[in-house]
């Protein structure tokens, strides 16, 4: 069973991720793909979690989130969600499903098809770094 991530990030200067995707092993591997590019990360399996990190870390800077995550009332609901709640942060969305149409993901959020790539999650640190 999946456990909620320590109240507070081991604060050693990488910035902080979150995943948020539903299916374990996907959850593990984008967060693995994350910290290899220099993230530290927490994770999630759904909004509620999602919400509960989110509201826990100030210092989040990237969410990855899953776009068709089970239980969601829509696509793309929880990365609505996250935009109006910080829109501070940045975000990915990531679906296995068809492009969004133009206007249906909130300014400024990436869209990607599954699995994230190496060179998106060092494109997203670059992109917060610089």
Do not use: C, N, Y
């Not at 081991?10 to 996907?26: C, K």
């Not at 990190?53 to 100030?58: A, D, L, P, S, T």
């Not at 800077?61 to 942060?89: K, M, N, W």
């Not at 149409?101 to 992109?127: D, I, M, N, Q």
């Amino acid at each position: 069973m999946d456990l909620p991530a320590s109240p507070a990030p081991h604060g050693d200067g990488r910035p902080l991720a979150l995943v948020v995707e539903s299916e374990t092993g996907r959850r593990i591997e984008t967060a693995d793909l994350l910290a290899g590019a220099g993230f530290e990360v927490l994770e999630a399996w759904s909004a509620q979690t999602a919400f509960r990190q989110i509201e826990r870390h100030g210092m989040l800077r990237l969410v990855v989130v899953d776009a068709d995550l089970r239980g969601a009332e829509t696509r793309f609901a929880l990365v609505h969600e996250i935009a109006r709640h910080r829109p501070d942060l940045a975000l990915i969305a990531l679906s296995d499903g068809p492009s969004p149409a133009p206007g249906a993901l909130p300014e400024g959020v990436r869209f990607a098809v599954k699995p994230l790539t190496p060179a998106l999650a060092r494109e997203a640190l670059g992109h917060l770094s610089g």
